[in-house]
């Protein structure tokens, strides 16, 4: 075979081979797994965006208040001795006339007939004791009316004092009465002093009711006062007053009244 002829053998062979590439790459079906075919992924759902919640800040709370009594006050040194000396838990204040013989102590039990009959030994006794209403607070000493009470006794002792403001120049001469309570001194300034029966309810220890009833009581006190000292009263003020028999065993009273000095 000539040269010529060769060659013209390996064109035609590469020229069918091209072709038959050709044809085979047309013809191929790809066959994909299975396990590769997806579902269509669904529509993604657009959220609406949501605001930050605003976060609740607790106002600090304060801790709970604590109720705490006051204190109880301290007795008088000469309430605590008065009771040490008689040994007398109901001794409650000391009363004193400067210029008079009236100084003594005051007890107080649960009504007003035990300390006209014993002493403060709890003995017995026609002088009795000087005691404070049993519906008065001396501890508290918040009462429109303190009331105290003394025998008028013949020897001078008690309250037999008091029939001497009959006398006008005493009367100005003793001006202010001293009561020591369980807590407190105080100072009473005297307004009025009258007798009178057991007709005229003096023995009023409070007018929670009626403050105009009350200042109507005062005006009464100092309308019926021997002697006039000009004080101004109000329904404000705070009383005290002494009370003893004009005679005994008569329904005769002698009254002396005092206004608390504030």
Same mark, same amino acid.
């Given at each position: 075979?000539?040269?010529t002829?060769k060659? &013209?053998?390996?064109?035609l062979f590469?020229?069918?081979?091209?072709v038959?590439?050709v044809q085979?790459?047309?013809?191929?079906v790809v &066959?994909v797994?299975?396990a590769?075919?997806?579902e269509?992924?669904? /529509?993604?759902?657009v959220l609406p965006?949501m605001?930050e919640?605003? /976060? &609740?800040v607790?106002?600090p709370?304060?801790?709970?208040?604590?109720?705490? *009594?006051?204190?109880t006050?301290?007795l008088?040194?000469?309430?605590?001795?008065?009771r040490?000396? @008689?040994?007398?838990?109901d001794?409650?204040?000391?009363?004193?006339i400067p210029?008079?013989?009236?100084?003594y102590p005051?007890a107080?039990?649960?009504n007003n007939?035990?300390?006209?009959?014993?002493d403060?030994?709890w003995? /017995?006794?026609?002088?009795g004791?000087?005691f404070?209403?049993y519906?008065n607070?001396l501890?508290?000493?918040? *009462?429109d009316?303190?009331?105290?009470?003394g025998?008028n006794?013949?020897?001078?002792?008690?309250?037999?004092n +008091?029939r001497f %403001?009959?006398d006008?120049? %005493?009367?100005?001469?003793?001006? @202010?009465i001293l009561l020591?309570t /369980?807590?407190?001194?105080?100072v009473w300034d +005297?307004?009025?002093f009258?007798?009178?029966?057991i007709?005229f *309810?003096?023995?009023?220890t409070n007018?929670?009711?009626?403050?105009d009833?009350?200042? *109507?009581?005062l005006?009464?006190l100092?309308r019926r006062?021997?002697?006039?000292t000009?004080m101004?009263?109000s329904a404000?003020d705070?009383i005290l007053i002494?009370?003893?028999?004009a005679?005994?065993g008569?329904d005769?009273?002698? &009254?002396?009244?005092?206004r608390?000095?504030?």
């Amino acid at each position: 075979m000539s040269k010529t002829i060769k060659v &013209v053998c390996v064109v035609l062979f590469l020229i069918a081979a091209v072709v038959l590439v050709v044809q085979y790459r047309n013809s191929r079906v790809v &066959v994909v797994p299975e396990a590769a075919v997806r579902e269509p992924r669904p /529509p993604i759902e657009v959220l609406p965006i949501m605001e930050e919640p605003t /976060p &609740v800040v607790e106002e600090p709370t304060a801790p709970p208040t604590e109720v705490v *009594d006051p204190p109880t006050p301290q007795l008088l040194p000469r309430i605590v001795a008065l009771r040490e000396t @008689y040994e007398n838990p109901d001794i409650v204040g000391f009363i004193e006339i400067p210029g008079t013989a009236i100084a003594y102590p005051v007890a107080q039990t649960g009504n007003n007939v035990f300390y006209l009959y014993h002493d403060l030994h709890w003995s /017995p006794s026609n002088a009795g004791s000087i005691f404070l209403d049993y519906e008065n607070d001396l501890y508290r000493l918040a *009462d429109d009316n303190t009331i105290i009470y003394g025998h008028n006794m013949r020897n001078g002792s008690m309250f037999h004092n +008091i029939r001497f %403001f009959h006398d006008e120049d %005493f009367f100005r001469a003793h001006t @202010y009465i001293l009561l020591d309570t /369980p807590y407190r001194e105080t100072v009473w300034d +005297i307004f009025a002093f009258f007798p009178t029966t057991i007709a005229f *309810d003096y023995l009023i220890t409070n007018f929670h009711q009626s403050r105009d009833a009350y200042y *109507d009581f005062l005006m009464e006190l100092q309308r019926r006062s021997r002697f006039e000292t000009g004080m101004t009263l109000s329904a404000q003020d705070q009383i005290l007053i002494l009370s003893t028999c004009a005679a005994i065993g008569g329904d005769n009273r002698y &009254v002396l009244v005092a206004r608390l000095r504030v």
